[in-house]
């Protein structure tokens, strides 16, 4: 019966594998592709190719390519299954063929290790017609991480914006209480390491941009570089923080987010508008500056 029961057991592994593994894979800087993994299943196994640039250069941490150009695809060979979600193949023939191992994690995405590297490159599935970005060899392309979301920040990140939701009718004293439990709270995630994904930062920053003295606000502007740098769009809350910062040190704002009332009327100031040009604007995907109390 034992012989019988392995057959069972690869019978249905096998197929369950293919499914979980079969497809298209891609390395990403900012989101596009530098490097393309294709895995079918055929009836000897494992077939696929793998497309990467046909010259780079990677730093020893295994985080960013530069001198970027071209593109090669070769087939991959001898494919063979290993414990878990992975795969082990060769990529060229005789004495210079490299090694690589593919695995499935449990979070969907995927891990390629590349010998001579001693590191894992991160991959996520491509989506159809996905291919190669063009590459600039001036340009440096730093690789895509997967962060893992902390559910207790997205949790303060949405008590906050609830709160707002009717400003007009809101008790703000209870609103500016809950605000400061919510900044320590943001603040003890930050100072644990428990924060890592864009989002993490990008909402970290909403909160701390709801404070009550120019560190905050520093701070604040400080959380929406790391949302940006891990690849999370963070264009207006960077430049929000910044502005609010800049007018709560006595300084002018720079970007003209920030709106003020006043005697009856609305103000920007004090506001500098001539050091941003319009490209710069457009660059951190700002709207155009309309004056206080313009529609």
């Not at 703000?172 to 995630?189: N, P």
């Not at 994904?197 to 604040?220: C, E, I, K, N, T």
Request: proline content about 6%; aromatic content about 10%.
């Amino acid at each position: 019966m034992r012989p019988l029961l392995i057959l069972i057991a690869l019978f249905f592994t096998v197929p369950a594998l293919a499914a979980d593994l079969a497809g298209s894979w891609a390395v990403r800087s900012h989101g596009r592709v530098v490097m393309l993994l294709t895995l079918a299943p055929s009836p000897g196994g494992w077939s696929g190719t793998l497309t990467y640039p046909a010259h780079f250069a990677i730093d020893a941490q295994l985080t960013t390519f530069t001198e970027l150009s071209g593109a090669r695809t070769q087939a991959i060979h001898g494919v063979t299954a290993a414990e878990g979600a992975s795969l082990n193949f060769t990529l060229g023939a005789g004495k210079n063929a490299d090694r690589l191992r593919f695995r499935l994690l449990s979070d969907g995405t995927a891990r390629l290790r590349w010998q001579p590297f001693e590191a894992d490159f991160v991959l996520d599935r491509a989506e159809p017609g996905e291919t190669l970005i063009r590459f600039d060899p001036e340009a440096q392309y730093p690789l895509d991480r997967h962060w893992k979301t902390n559910a207790e920040m997205t949790a303060l990140f949405e008590a906050d914006q609830k709160a707002r939701e009717d400003w007009d009718h809101a008790d703000h004293a209870q609103v500016e209480r809950d605000d400061r439990v919510r900044r320590a709270r943001t603040r003890a995630l930050l100072e644990t390491g428990a924060l890592e994904s864009g989002a993490d930062y990008y909402h970290a920053a909403f909160l701390l941009q709801h404070g009550a003295v120019p560190d905050d606000y520093l701070l604040a502007h400080a959380l929406a570089m790391a949302a940006q740098a891990r690849g999370y769009p963070a264009g207006w809350i960077a430049a929000a923080t910044l502005d609010r910062y800049l007018q709560a040190s006595g300084k002018a704002q720079i970007f003209g987010t920030q709106y003020r009332h006043e005697a009856g009327t609305t103000t920007q100031q004090p506001f500098a508008p001539g050091l941003i040009p319009d490209t710069l604007r457009e660059a951190l995907n700002l709207p155009a500056i309309t004056p206080a109390g313009t529609p």
